[in-house]
């Protein structure tokens, strides 16, 4: 199974800040990789699909990039309905996994 | 407007089959371009993929729960069905189900029912 590793786990940060989060995959995905947000009590949502592909309604703000092993999700300027958990999901090879999430808080 | 809603026991008993409905609407479940999938979510944990259906019945499921698990499609009632068997404690979970896209070879999880909290406990 290919795993995939998050970093960080946790962050603290303030309206306005910018952020990224890493995602690290055990063996080469090319760029099947996506990227979601879930708040409390809610689904996940689809953020990014293909490692960059902004999926449609998604605000600007939030960009992904990387291919291979390293990918990164970065949001240019958190905003207060920005903070979540975000998990990225590698769809290259089954079983389908899932990072361990990054939770985002408000400093 | 699509909208994925699952259905079914909130309280199964240990060693029972957990049974769970996805009913699809705004979308043709036998659409060519989109996969069918279940994942579940352990209280305060991750995300954990059970596993994917095609209209056509074709199905992927984790390693992990394969023994245990059925997915199956009802085209006529544009619905689809996750069955596991002899749950545990460790099954007790929010289970969603979703829409997984597909162009070639790209897949995504594009819309996601609200999910549904089912506790193994007896």
């Known amino acids: 199974d290919i795993q995939l590793t998050q970093s960080p786990s946790f962050l603290s940060a303030s309206v306005g800040d910018r952020v990224t989060i890493t995602c690290r995959a055990s063996?080469?995905?090319?760029?099947?990789l996506a990227w979601y947000q879930q708040k409390p009590g809610q689904a996940p949502k689809l953020l990014i699909y293909?490692?960059?592909i902004l999926q449609s309604g998604v605000p600007s703000r939030f960009s992904g990039s990387g291919s291979g092993t390293e990918f990164t999700l970065t949001i240019s300027s958190l905003q207060p309905e920005d903070f979540a958990t975000f998990y990225c999901?590698?769809?290259?090879?089954?079983?389908?996994?899932f990072g361990g999430g990054t939770k985002v808080q408000i400093k | 407007q699509l909208q994925l809603q699952e259905s079914g026991p909130g309280l199964v008993k240990p060693s029972e089959t957990l049974s769970l409905t996805c009913t699809v609407s705004?979308?043709?479940?036998?659409?060519?371009?989109?996969?069918w999938g279940w994942i579940r979510q352990p209280p305060g944990k991750g995300l954990e993929w059970i596993g994917n259906?095609?209209?056509?019945?074709?199905?992927y499921y984790n390693p992990s729960l394969e023994s245990r698990v059925a997915i199956s499609v009802d085209t006529s009632k544009n619905q689809f069905s996750l069955k596991l068997t002899s749950v545990t404690a460790a099954d007790t979970a929010v289970y969603y189900c979703?829409?997984?896209?597909?162009?070639?070879?790209?897949?995504?999880?594009?819309?996601w029912g609200q999910g549904t909290l089912v506790t193994v406990s007896s």
């Open positions: 979703a829409r997984v896209a597909h162009l070639v070879v790209i897949y995504y999880f594009d819309s």
């Open positions: 705004g979308d043709s479940i036998s659409s060519s371009t989109y996969y």
């Open positions: 259906i095609y209209y056509s019945g074709t199905t």
């Open positions: 063996q080469a995905i090319s760029s099947y």
């Open positions: 293909a490692a960059s």
């Open positions: 999901q590698q769809l290259n090879s089954y079983p389908l996994t």
